[in-house]
């Protein structure tokens, strides 16, 4: 028969060793372009909700003003006024967590 010590490293062993292990990483898992601006501080949500809103407002305008039959817009207004809401939204949700002091955590394992 074959003693402990020559059958290998026993199952608790090899489980500390995966633990130990850093977890495999995304291949989108990219580094920050940026990482000075990787906090999103409240100055940077209300500059966010700003542009939102001049986005809302460029919709709307582009969206009631007169169109003539010979003139056709290249994107129409309803699309910056739909990316100027969903902006706000986002912006809201984000101002609402940053004043809150609950930080909103994904589904994801990282």
């Known amino acids: 028969m074959h003693s ?5 490293p026993s199952l608790s062993a090899l489980a500390k060793s995966r633990l130990d292990e850093e977890v495999p ?3 989108l898992d990219l ?9 999103m501080t409240l100055p940077w949500t209300i ?6 809103l001049v986005l809302t407002v460029l919709g709307i305008w582009r969206d009631r003003r007169p169109l003539s039959f010979t003139s056709v ?11 100027g809401i969903i902006g706000i939204v ?3 949700a ?10 909103l955590h994904g589904r994801g394992p990282y």
Request: a negative charge; glycine letters at 12%; zero cysteines.
């Open 31 to 39: 580094p920050p372009l940026f990482p000075e601006l990787d906090n």
């Open 94 to 103: 984000h101002l609402i967590s940053l004043l809150s002091g609950v930080e």
């Open 73 to 83: 817009p290249l994107v129409p207004g309803i699309f910056w006024l739909g990316l």
């Open 4 to 8: 402990r010590e020559e059958a290998g």
């Open 90 to 92: 986002l912006g809201l």
């Open 47 to 52: 500059g966010w909700l700003a542009a939102s």
């Open 25 to 27: 990483r995304s291949p």
